[in-house]
């Protein structure tokens, strides 16, 4: 019998504890100065709560039968915080600002088997508009600046915009032109009659430097309000600072369903490799799937990957590249040592509360480098 964890899980060792530690921190420290307070959620839900009122796909969910109902493992945090908005907004102010770190589960697409991941995001709540859009923003900025992540860039597009355009096509293709924005499936895209594939395909180009797309974009037919959406769009990109790292993709679509607004999406270039870090947007109507009144209150965030953030920094050596080791070593002379040792080590853990003091359980080898302590019989 393998007593191995199971697929799509593994174990976490000291040093890269350590070394995750390092980058959660550094995160955690930018949403501090940004005002975000810290929330926990159950890693089980309901499984109602988790499709978030049809806007999640069932099959996205790792479920759990017991005689009470169905349940899940979240497969994200972000649909959890909205059912907490719901139940107790009236009984905090807004907005609402709120960071999590958290494990998540998702089914491997292909194999079926459960895969858990870790993930540090942040939510505002109860504040709409460009003010709040651009705050995101600019927090992303300071988080992947203050763990020092190489060249990334952040891809944003409008889910509002893009889902509003979608449904011009006939109906009977709508789902096919949704599924392949979001996997970028020219081919598919491509069994699509004329006119509509070359409208699809024209749509799925619109990504690039921002004055360049929204050049593209002013010669497309839209209606009064996907041109709001799109002066939105340009408003939020004027208020980024200089030199910040941006495409704007139009097409941009999430596999989650209740993004109403912006999307996002980080990346990070390491040689001719590409690789997502973090995703997020904003859903004005996901917390009314929760509210017994429907009340629907604005929210945007952002999520990134612990792991993937981990592999990135990897090769930089900006981690630490070893355990701790210890301030103070105590060492007892022989068995009729060993109370006054253990008291001895205790009294410098009080004396120095950020210290580490370790105990020595067995003879050393060879003399520690400094902080050593013997410790005989008197003490």
């Known amino acids: 019998m393998s007593f191995q964890p199971p697929t799509g899980s593994r174990d976490l060792l000291p040093l890269e504890v350590i070394q995750k530690t390092w980058i959660r921190e550094r995160l955690q420290g930018a949403f ?16 109602d709560t988790l499709v978030a009122g049809g806007r999640v796909r069932p099959e996205r969910v790792v479920q759990i039968q017991d005689r009470d109902g169905i349940y899940g493992l979240r497969p994200d945090v972000t649909a959890s915080i909205a059912r907490v908005a719901a139940s107790r907004w009236g009984q905090v102010p807004h907005p609402q600002r709120l960071y999590y770190v958290a494990n998540v589960f998702r089914p491997h697409p292909q194999r079926g088997h459960c895969q858990e991941s870790f993930q540090v995001g942040v939510e505002l709540l109860g504040a709409g ?7 995101i923003l600019r927090l992303l900025q300071d988080g992947l600046t203050a763990i020092h992540l190489p060249p990334w860039r952040v891809v944003l ?29 020219r081919v598919a895209l491509g069994q699509l009659p004329s006119p509509w594939r070359e409208q699809a395909l024209a749509w799925l180009d619109l990504r690039g430097e921002p004055a360049q797309v929204f050049q593209q974009l002013s010669t497309w037919e839209l209606t009064p309000a996907q041109w709001q959406r799109v002066n939105h769009l340009k408003s939020l990109v004027e208020l ?9 993709d139009v097409s941009l679509l999430q596999p989650w369903d209740y993004y109403t607004g912006i999307v996002l999406q980080v990346a990070v270039t390491q040689g001719h490799t590409v690789q997502l870090v973090g995703q997020g947007g904003r859903y004005d109507d996901l917390v009314g799937a929760y509210h017994p009144q429907g ?12 792991e993937t953030l981990h592999q990135q920094l990897l090769p930089l050596g900006v981690l630490p590249q070893r355990p701790a080791r210890p301030d103070w070593v105590v060492i007892p002379r022989g068995e009729t040592a060993y109370r006054a040792a253990l008291d001895h080590a205790q009294s410098l853990r009080h004396q120095y ?23 005989d019989a008197s003490g």
């Open 157 to 185: 597009g409008e889910a509002g915009l893009t889902r509003a355009w979608i449904q011009g096509f006939p109906p009977v293709w709508q789902t096919l032109v949704t599924q392949a924005l979001i996997h970028l499936d």
């Open 295 to 306: 009340k629907t209150v604005p929210g945007i965030g952002f999520s990134l990957n612990l």
């Open 353 to 375: 509360p950020d210290q580490r003091v370790e105990l020595a359980l067995t003879p050393p080898q060879e003399p520690p480098a400094q902080g050593v302590v013997w410790v």
């Open 32 to 47: 501090h100065r940004w005002g975000y307070q810290r929330v926990v959620t159950p890693t089980l839900e309901r499984l």
């Open 240 to 248: 980024l600072p200089v030199g910040f790292p941006l495409v704007v």
């Open 129 to 135: 508009g460009l003010l709040a859009d651009a705050e």
